[in-house]
């Protein structure tokens, strides 16, 4: 008799654990899914649009050791969150965005970039991580802008897409799988991004460039400077602007211009200073440049040319037909010795009368 009561006991202690079990999972359900839709009516409305701040060529990253030309240059994708829904949208935003934002770039084979090392050196140090809270009112947006490259590495050529996560709440490492709809994780629509190969340097590391004409690869030669001189007439004569640029020092060309050009260069950043370049270069081709080197002779003359084993000038007449008239103009260049390739880095002109 004992023992059947001692059974009936154990057996309803079972019956009301089990039915305590059966209400918590039946009250859990509820709590769940009100969370995944208290997420969802967060991200309701509220847009995280991307693009190219200042779009431009992008180049693999610099191998190390060196940066060739427009290697490294900073991929700058402006990020705007817009609240369109009735309310207020409030989110936390850090002062090291490695916090509050992640980007996914992807191969058209979907095979994903790896992270940058100072990304994860970031997330894997311990530290404190200092925010703001930020507050969208409805109808008004918030945006700023970051480096592509302090998130990714653009190390292969090809066209690729791209897209941004932002952490309302902070990034914590387990949210990298997460979902949008289940962590009021805010994800952008995709950006196509296209990498170039890095730009091809000779045995002597100077720039290769391409000639339009035939597709083949343009190299510095070791000429003398007359025959520098020489080469970049005879291509200005045809047109041929790569091969007339190839051996012009740019950079030291638009320095000698003027003092203000020169003070203006030497305040500049880095990427100032090659948009500078770059105007320079479209100012000589377009024959508008002071002093108008790239005005193409009819006839042309080397009269001298005097060097060290550093610094040479050749002296050249050129005849230009102004229909009537033939005007005559005597040019001095300036030239430098660098990597044992003479380039042009100025020039002067004596006007020599008419015929």
């Given amino acids: 008799m004992k023992d059947t009561n001692i059974k009936e006991t154990g057996m309803k202690n079972k019956i009301v654990l089990w039915a305590i079990l059966v209400t918590l999972v039946s009250i859990a359900i509820p709590v769940q899914l009100a969370a995944t839709e208290a997420s969802a009516d967060r991200l309701s409305g509220v ?6 701040f200042d779009r431009r060529i992008y180049y693999v990253d610099a191998p190390t050791g ?11 994708i402006q990020l705007t969150i817009i609240n369109k829904s009735p309310s ?11 916090f509050s934002l992640d980007f996914d770039v992807r191969t058209t084979s979907n095979r994903p970039l790896e992270a940058a090392d100072s990304l994860i050196e970031k997330r894997t140090r311990h530290q404190q991580v200092f925010f703001r809270e930020i507050a969208i009112e409805p109808g008004e947006s918030f945006s700023f802008v970051e480096d592509l490259r302090s998130y990714i590495k653009l190390t292969q050529p090809g066209s690729m897409v791209l ?43 100077i720039p290769l460039q391409m000639d339009v004409a035939t597709g083949a690869l343009l190299v510095r030669e070791r000429l003398s400077p007359d025959q520098v001189v020489d080469y970049m007439i005879t291509a200005g004569q045809k047109s041929q602007w790569e091969r007339f640029f190839l051996y012009l020092d740019i950079e030291a060309m638009l320095q000698a211009e003027s003092a203000e050009l020169k003070r203006k260069w030497l305040a500049e950043s ?28 009819t006839l042309f003359v080397i009269e001298r040319t005097e060097y060290t084993n550093s610094e040479g000038t050749v002296t050249v007449l050129k005849r230009f037909n102004r229909n009537r008239f033939t005007e005559i103009k005597r040019y001095t260049y300036s ?13 002067s002109l004596v006007f020599s009368g008419t015929e």
Wanted: overall charge positive; aromatic content about 8%; hydrophobic content about 35%.
């Fill in 335 to 347: 030239l430098r010795m660098q990597d044992n390739i003479w380039t042009i880095v100025d020039y």
């Fill in 270 to 297: 880095e990427q100032g200073r090659r948009r500078m370049a770059e105007q320079y270069r479209k100012e000589l081709q377009a024959n508008a440049a002071s002093g108008a080197i790239s005005i193409i002779p």
């Fill in 163 to 205: 897209r941004a996560r932002m952490y309302p709440e902070l990034f914590r490492p387990e949210m990298i799988k997460t979902t949008s709809a289940s962590s009021g994780i805010l994800e952008s629509q995709r950006l196509s991004l296209n990498i170039r190969p890095a730009v091809i340097t000779g045995p002597d590391g």
């Fill in 66 to 76: 060196g940066a060739p030309t427009g290697a490294s240059d900073p991929v700058y």
């Fill in 47 to 52: 847009e995280l649009d991307i693009r190219f």
């Fill in 88 to 98: 207020t949208y409030r989110f936390k935003l850090a002062d090291e965005r490695a």
